[in-house]
């Protein structure tokens, strides 16, 4: 299968570079460009399954509805699109759908942003599919059930007009969404190295949406971008030949569903629920459809160890 049929991204992302240069833009703005169908993956089609429904935690069952929570700017994964330009859509939603499918519960995906996510778990949020690389600091904050794998890739204009190096990264301007693993590990690591060598230290411009980063890079005000490598290949997709991916992926770990720390129970749902999804299929017809079938993973675990 393919990729969802999109829309161009790149008239968009240039309306969006220009409000911004002029002051005017917010991430509403840049999160309707990108917009795509209102096709999804259909989940009506699967069925309840007794034995998952019945390990709902009752106060959950007594609901109805799984509460996700989403940094829906971060396309493919999740991202805000549909006939209204306002719906969450992504692979990480149509996990979470046919999940809920699975469990008989309803699911609302919420937008929030990335950095207030993990600290809402529990009192505001049921769980988070965000595409969280699983670190050992933040399990300390959360549970974490692993459903893909994915690295660290970089994305410059295309041709590289200015020329951008990693071994020349010192003093260079570099666009990262905030909280992100590109922002708190990769790029903190890269600076201490400049400043402990006595080179200028990286510009980072760190802003909480992925579009507003993308943004950035388009319009040439930075000089290159971090990010996963589904979301800059994406990116590249849909910036219709004025990015390019730089170099190779690197780093690649599992990436994680987030549940509250003292809800173990619920993680161990959620991993239960995703493995009968990877063992039906549907887990990688959702990946195929979104055109990211190979971060595919073969079983879904709890708090997996991790290097970082």
């Not at 169908?37 to 935690?57: E, G, H, W, Y």
């Not at 059930?145 to 990693?166: D, E, I, R």
């Amino acid at each position: 299968m393919t990729v969802k049929s999109m829309v161009s991204l790149s008239t968009g992302l240039l309306v969006a570079g220009a409000l911004a240069l002029s002051g005017c833009t917010n991430a509403s703005q840049e999160g309707s460009a990108l917009t795509t169908s209102s096709a999804s993956f259909n989940v009506s089609a699967i069925q309840k399954d007794p034995t998952l429904a019945a390990r709902v935690p009752s106060e959950l069952r007594a609901k109805g509805t799984l509460v996700v929570g989403s940094d829906t700017s971060y396309a493919p994964a999740e991202f805000l699109g549909g006939a209204d330009g306002q719906t969450p859509i992504g692979y990480d939603v149509d996990l979470t759908k046919a999940m809920g499918a699975l469990l008989g519960l309803k699911v609302e995906v919420q937008s929030a942003a990335f950095t207030s996510i993990l600290p809402s778990l529990g009192p505001k949020y049921d769980l988070s599919a965000s595409s969280f690389f699983i670190t050992n600091e933040r399990k300390k904050a959360a549970n974490f059930v692993s459903y893909l794998q994915a690295g660290t890739q970089w994305a410059v204009q295309k041709g590289n007009p200015k020329h951008f190096s990693l071994d020349d990264i010192c003093g260079r301007s570099i666009a990262v969404q905030t909280g992100s693993f590109q922002e708190t590990k990769d790029l903190a690591g890269r600076n201490q190295k400049c400043l402990d060598e006595g080179k200028p230290a990286i510009k980072i411009i760190s802003l909480k949406n992925q579009t507003d980063v993308t943004t950035r890079l388009v319009n040439g005000s930075v000089d290159a971008m971090p990010a996963g490598s589904i979301t800059i290949a994406y990116a590249v997709t849909q910036t219709t030949g004025q990015l390019e991916a730089f170099g190779d992926v690197y780093q690649a770990s599992p990436v994680g569903i987030a549940v509250a720390k003292d809800n173990l129970p619920l993680t161990e749902l959620v991993a239960k629920t995703m493995n009968k999804l990877i063992d039906n299929g549907d887990y990688k017809k959702i990946l195929d459809e979104w055109g990211v079938g190979s971060v595919a993973i073969a079983k879904a675990e709890v708090n997996p160890d991790v290097a970082k």
